[in-house]
């Protein structure tokens, strides 16, 4: 016979409180979880608009684990038969890598009930199922230097301009923007896709500073006047110019490239409950409020409201929205990674 509501409530309670095991699920004792996060900023920000609210509403702690998206999913390729992360933050392409490496679990509205506020572009799928949902988009804009670019570049196409030479940085496919940039300059120029040699003469010849393997590297060399323009995710750029470097940051005419900071449920963890709370607090308005404030981060929960200040530095840019960002087919990028990276090598990097 069933129990009473009120008594199954009870029961439930006490299961959780007590470590017991529920409905055959085993429920943890310890009033812990792992989260994966990047460093820096990036980690103050979760720790700051996530992290500590859900600590606050549940008195469970969270422990950190930094690092890039990569490093985090060897760690869930090396734990799968006994996690310890709960709840991953990966990139966009990494996220795609980790559900077909089998150590993503499923995301659904019971429960995570704030699933279903965020916009649909922002909720993974594989079939019919979840595996990743974006907690914010970022994207890839012009860069420049207010000292030497006095008036702010219009087109990506600029970046071709003699008087640059030199003084130009863009990401390499090191870089985890590097290969879905090469795809969207593809789309800048016009250039087909299915054959890129035209694309590679093209950035060859361009007269670079550097190609960045990495986001610090480019905050570095547009901080020390190494670069003058070129690309920089608006993150990076914004907190230059928030620290009051004579840095600019601009959506060119043919728009930006863009992908989003996702968060994941690690398949097999011990504290599934706690792990789908922590996402649930990531999703609501506040949350997603707080990180559009700390990192310029384009909400990706509905319905979100910020000061006119943040507004203007999210990746689409003043009046924009989710519809203005290039968001690229994470599969195909990935099924053509190798082969991009290799022709960079042989046909850009080797002709510097």
């Given at each position: 016979m069933a129990l009473p509501v009120h008594l199954r409530s009870t029961l439930l309670a006490t299961a959780l409180a007590a470590g017991l095991t529920v409905g055959g699920t085993a429920v943890a004792q310890d009033n812990r979880i792992t989260v994966a996060w990047y460093g820096g900023n990036w980690g103050d920000a979760f720790k700051a608009c996530v992290a500590d609210p859900f600590t606050k509403a549940t008195g469970i702690a969270v422990t950190p684990e930094v690092g890039t998206s990569t490093t985090t999913l060897a760690k869930l390729q090396q734990q799968k038969s006994a996690p310890?992360?709960?709840?991953?933050?990966?990139?966009?392409?990494?996220?795609?890598?980790?559900?077909?490496?089998?150590?993503?679990?499923?995301?659904?509205?019971?429960?995570?009930?704030?699933?279903?506020?965020?916009?649909?572009?922002?909720?993974?799928?594989?079939?019919?199922?979840?595996?990743?949902?974006g907690s914010g988009y970022y994207a890839l804009g012009l860069t420049y230097s207010t000292k030497e670019v006095k008036t702010p570049p219009k087109s990506w196409k600029d970046l071709w301009k003699p008087e640059y030479a030199g003084a130009i940085a863009i990401p390499s496919p090191s870089n985890s923007s590097g290969v879905p940039f090469v795809f969207f300059l593809a789309k800048v120029w016009g250039n087909d896709p299915a054959d890129l040699t035209p694309l590679y003469k093209k950035i060859a010849a361009l007269d670079t500073a550097l190609f960045f393997d990495s986001s610090g590297a480019a905050t570095n060399a547009y901080q020390s006047g190494e670069a003058v323009i070129g690309a920089h995710f608006n993150v990076g750029a914004w907190d230059l110019i928030d620290k009051g470097l004579p840095i600019g940051f601009t959506v060119p005419q043919e728009g930006v490239w863009a992908t989003d900071a996702r968060l994941h449920l690690v398949k097999g963890s011990p504290r599934r409950a706690a792990a789908q709370r922590f996402i649930d607090t990531a999703l609501t308005p506040e949350a997603s409020a707080c990180l559009a404030t700390k990192l310029y981060l384009g909400p990706a929960v509905k319905n979100v409201k910020v000061a006119d200040y943040v507004a203007r530095k999210l990746p689409w840019g003043v009046g924009g929205s989710i519809a203005d960002l290039s968001l690229l087919d994470w599969n195909m990028v990935n099924a053509r990674r190798a082969e991009i990276t290799d022709a960079w090598n042989r046909q850009v990097a080797r002709k510097r």
């Open positions: 310890t992360i709960d709840v991953a933050w990966m990139d966009g392409g990494i996220s795609e890598l980790a559900q077909q490496a089998g150590v993503l679990d499923t995301l659904d509205v019971q429960g995570i009930p704030n699933l279903a506020n965020v916009v649909d572009q922002a909720v993974y799928k594989q079939g019919a199922d979840a595996f990743a949902v």
